[in-house]
């Protein structure tokens, strides 16, 4: 009932910078986490930037931690991932996914009750 739908996703030189929107819309929509999730060719879908509903405490993977912010417009509607200095390694189809209500999983797609169909991000050396 909750549709996710994910935007921003381009072409980016190394060091460059790209925004990706998450926007979300139903007659069911609650309260909900929200994580971002990437996904390289041959590769397993990791956990990238979760944000909370109720205090919007933000989480990150290591690899992306000093680089990447993710952020939610005041009515939580739309949730924002800045990737700053990117590199060649974050090349992926990215997706935003929801859990809500939240069951405190944010860092588990197993845990995801709504998912957008993906934004791919390519970053050329």
């Known amino acids: 009932q909750v549709q996710l739908v994910e935007s921003g996703g381009g072409l980016v030189q190394a060091g460059g910078s790209l925004r990706l929107s998450c926007a979300a819309s139903?007659?069911?929509?609650?309260?909900?986490?929200i994580s971002w999730f990437r996904q390289a060719p041959g590769k397993e879908r990791e956990f990238v930037a979760g944000i909370t509903w109720r205090d919007r405490m933000t989480f990150y993977a290591d690899s992306v931690k000093g680089r990447f912010t993710i952020s939610r417009e005041g009515a939580k509607t739309t949730t924002f991932l800045q990737m700053n200095s990117l590199t060649p390694e974050d090349t992926a189809v990215y997706y935003c996914?929801?859990?809500?209500?939240?069951?405190?999983?944010?860092?588990?797609?197993?845990?995801?009750?709504?998912w957008g169909k993906g934004t791919l991000v390519t970053v050329s050396s």
């Open positions: 996914a929801g859990d809500g209500p939240p069951k405190y999983g944010l860092r588990n797609p197993t845990a995801m009750d709504y």
């Open positions: 139903g007659r069911a929509f609650s309260n909900f986490d």
